[in-house]
T-cell receptor, first 113, second 116 residues
Framework: GENVEQHPSTLSVQEGDSAVIKCTYSDSASNYFPWYKQELGKRPQLIIDIRSNVGEKKDQRIAVTLNKTAKHFSLHITETQPEDSAVYFCAAAIYNQGGKLIFGQGTELSVKP | GAVVSQHPSWVICKSGTSVKIECRSLDFQATTMFWYRQFPKQSLMLMATSNEGSKATYEQGVEKDKFLINHASLTLSTLTVTSAHPEDSSFYIC????????????FGNGTRLTVT
């Protein structure tokens, strides 16, 4: 089955700096790669996603890149703000399977003012 | 937009009792729902896929007799933790996706289970 590896497990940056979180996946059939932000005790919130037919997607300060050949995908957050502090999870899925997500281990991002 | 409702949001039960958690799709029909478990400071681990009108599909290592899943209607899936033990204390969260259109996956708010 699918296996998703996420790095780093913790990331501390200064406000205004960029943050990059990387994930790899194992199943070449996976074609949907969402990123979630989770605050303590809350459900994960989708922040951006990408399908395997594109290599990059951007939404304001957040971007995701996908390298299908290498089975890598990354989250980039620019101009980080203290409110970006949270745990971020990447995930992989086969989209037409209805949403069976396999999650990475998570990255605890801390943005210091 | 599409919303998934989960109930209860938290529950405390005694060891040996059973607890039922409900997951409802509010404005779409979900033939498939997913149940995840999340221990503190860990990732979300898929427990099972709930299939409307048929048996759930459990992930490796998840005891089907302990975690009973029922998906009797197109808008409701339930997870029952039977004979709960303290090690079952966790955050349980369901998800579903509107199969029509290009909708993203929606998560319920989660249920914090504490077994004493």
């Amino acid at each position: 089955g699918e296996n998703v590896e996420q790095h780093p497990s913790t990331l501390s940056v200064q406000e205004g700096d960029s943050a990059v979180i990387k994930c790899t996946y194992s199943d070449s059939a996976s074609n949907y790669f969402p990123w979630y932000k989770q605050e303590l005790g809350k459900r994960p919130q989708l922040i951006i996603d990408i399908r395997s037919n594109v290599g990059e997607k951007k939404d304001q300060r957040i971007a995701v890149t996908l390298n299908k050949t290498a089975k890598h995908f990354s989250l980039h957050i620019t101009e980080t703000q203290p409110e970006d502090s949270a745990v971020y999870f990447c995930a992989a899925a086969i989209y037409n399977q209805g949403g069976k997500l396999i999650f990475g281990q998570g990255t605890e991002l801390s943005v210091k003012p | 937009g599409a919303v998934v409702s989960q109930h209860p949001s938290w529950v405390i039960c005694k060891s040996g009792t059973s607890v039922k958690i409900e997951c409802r799709s509010l404005d779409f029909q979900a033939t498939t729902m997913f149940w995840y478990r999340q221990f503190p400071k860990q990732s979300l681990m898929l427990m099972a896929t709930s299939n409307e009108g048929s048996k759930a599909t459990y992930e490796q290592g998840v005891e089907k007799d302990k975690f009973l899943i029922n998906h009797a209607s197109l808008t409701l899936s339930t997870l029952t933790v039977t004979s709960a033990h303290p090690e079952d204390s966790s955050f349980y969260i369901c998800s579903a996706r509107d199969p029509t259109g290009n909708s993203p996956l929606h998560f319920g708010n989660g249920t914090r289970l504490t077994v004493t």
